[in-house]
């Protein structure tokens, strides 16, 4: 997915980030890019940095070399009004449970100091679907409507930023779908720039148009998220008629390499894109019915890929 708004103007630009943490190089020298408009993916396996990198961006942390700018500001320099424009939901949102929504919102905005009038929160309840249970008390929501009522909190000072720590995690299918119809609405309705930190990757592939996978502190890979899956390896399955002669004349082959298995009539390759044509034409010259030619590719392969390149 790519924003209507995305820009070449940088929202986030990390340069040479790095902490650690006695022994452990949590975070090394990372350098990413983040730009107006951007729903961008930050992936990466479980220790690889992930949270030491937001809690840095948010300065809960404070590195140990390396520079972030936000806005085209220092971070270091302007840490105040940088934090103005920025709203984060970092793991589970905690709220008053016997209270309602709106009067979470309500005490939520007071702590800010911020002069946020009831028009306003009743906007927000609006943008995330919780309008209708505003006066419910939040113990009564479900673990999905929680979600989007942390959402709601990060939108409270109307950043043009918005950091999002593993939102979806514990959700149901519907309640996933929820959040990424949300996120999608923040970008393209909003007009907010997402920061979104997953490891469901395939909710990422649905929404981000750029990402970075990051493994043990060091940035892998960065880019576009559809230019990055087409220059990966296709897995192709061919379902084949005559399944015995099929891998027997592959084996015979240069094709041999290009195999990964085969079982119940699919044959499993994998190629690139241009290789679909000749390994189909091959087949069939060689008097092999090919039944179907089904190539897949997804975010989920793409990361393990990549992550096992790097370890």
């Not at 030619?293 to 790097?310: N, Y």
Request: charged share 30%; hydrophobic share 40%; aromatic share 6%.
């Amino acid at each position: 997915m790519l924003s209507e708004m995305q820009t070449d103007e940088k929202i986030i630009e990390v340069k040479s980030l790095t902490k650690s943490y006695k022994n452990l190089l949590a975070v090394d020298s990372l350098e990413l890019n983040v730009y107006k408009g951007d729903i961008f993916g930050f992936l990466g396996p479980n220790g690889a940095g992930k949270s030491t990198t937001i809690r840095m961006l948010l300065t809960l942390i404070r590195p140990e070399a390396g520079t972030i700018n936000l806005f085209g500001k220092s971070l270091k320099n302007e840490r105040k009004s940088i934090l103005s424009n920025i709203g984060a939901l970092v793991e589970k949102p905690d709220f008053y449970n016997y209270l309602s929504a709106y009067k979470n919102l309500e005490i939520l905005s007071r702590l800010s100091g911020k002069d946020i009038k009831k028009k306003r929160i009743l906007e927000i309840l609006e943008i995330v679907g919780l309008k209708s249970r505003k006066d419910s008390k939040v113990k009564t929501y479900s673990h999905g409507m929680k979600q989007r009522l942390g959402i709601a909190q990060t939108l409270l000072h109307n950043p043009d930023l918005i950091i999002l720590d593993e939102p979806t995690t514990g959700l149901d299918p519907q309640g996933m779908k929820e959040i990424r119809d949300l996120i999608i609405h923040l970008c393209k309705e909003e007009n907010k720039t997402i920061f979104l930190s997953s490891h469901i990757l395939s909710e990422v592939e649905q929404i981000a148009n750029r990402m970075i996978i990051i493994n043990k502190g060091k940035a892998i890979v960065e880019g576009s998220v559809q230019e990055l899956l087409q220059s990966s390896e296709l897995r192709v399955t061919v379902e084949v008629t005559e399944i015995d002669d099929a891998k027997k004349l592959i084996n015979n082959s240069d094709w041999s390499g290009k195999l990964d298995f085969a079982e119940n009539g699919k044959m499993y390759f994998k190629i690139s894109s241009e290789e679909i044509s000749e390994l189909n034409k091959f087949l069939v010259n060689n008097d092999i019915s090919v039944n179907a030619v089904i190539p897949t590719r997804s975010l989920e392969q793409f990361f393990l890929k990549i992550t096992e390149e790097a370890a």
